[in-house]
């Protein structure tokens, strides 16, 4: 597996604002994606961060509302933009390992 | 229809008893699949995979794999308190895609 430290933890934030989420990975990883995870629901794909090139999104998201960032292969962000109270939600930052998919911490957002 | 589906619980189990969850998938092109357990307020970790049809053990978990019949199943034999979780399933073609989750309680 890997060391996934994602930041921040949780935050607040008021309706309009935007907010960037950091992952960093302590060894190089290929495939890193983000998920979403709304209050009491399973994991929602919001993309696939590819280093070095455009984000690929799934159905339903896209890159002016969540734009992606992949400078390198340990380090990847994710901004959660114009926010309003149906994006609160719990992100997660996550890497494919030998066919295996391991998760970060999750950053708990509350929009108000 | 979700294209894998959980029994949504919450399913509650005496410690010591055997706890058994349930999921199905409708990608037949699945050939990966994973059991994730989530404490409230974190995020998922993996427990189990399985890729090939039959069991597999480890420790008091074990995951059985139908692809026949599109199953998989993950007992917890001797369930603990610290069993109390939501279970997430997970099957693979291209991308991975979760069930909802079974919330499990492990009565004391």
């Known amino acids: 597996s890997a060391v996934i430290s994602q930041k921040p933890s949780r935050d607040i934030c008021q309706r309009g604002t935007s907010l960037t989420i950091q992952c960093q990975v302590d060894s190089q990883v290929t495939m890193m994606f983000w998920y979403r995870q709304q209050p009491g629901q399973s994991l929602t794909l919001i993309a696939t961060?590819?280093?070095?090139?455009?984000?690929?999104?799934e159905s339903g998201f896209v890159i002016d509302k969540f734009p992606i960032s992949r400078p390198n292969l340990t380090f990847s962000t994710l901004t959660v933009s114009n926010m309003s109270p149906e994006d609160s939600s719990i992100y997660l930052c996550s890497v494919l390992i030998d066919e295996k998919l391991f998760f970060g911490s999750g950053t708990q957002l509350s929009v108000l | 229809q979700k294209e894998v589906e959980q029994n949504s619980g919450p399913l509650s189990v005496p410690e010591g008893a055997i706890a058994s969850l349930n999921c199905t998938y409708s990608?037949?092109?699945?050939?990966?699949f994973f059991w994730y357990r989530q404490y409230s307020g974190k995020s998922p970790e993996l427990i189990m995979s399985i890729y090939s049809n039959g069991d597999k053990e480890d420790g008091r978990f074990t995951a059985q794999l139908n692809k026949a019949s599109q199953y998989v199943s993950l007992l917890i034999r001797d369930s603990q308190p610290s069993d109390s979780a939501t279970y997430l399933c997970?099957?693979?073609?291209?991308?991975?895609?979760f069930g909802a989750g079974t919330t499990v309680t492990v009565r004391a």
């Open positions: 961060a590819n280093q070095g090139s455009e984000a690929t999104y």
């Open positions: 990608d037949r092109g699945s050939q990966s």
């Open positions: 997970a099957a693979r073609d291209y991308k991975l895609s």
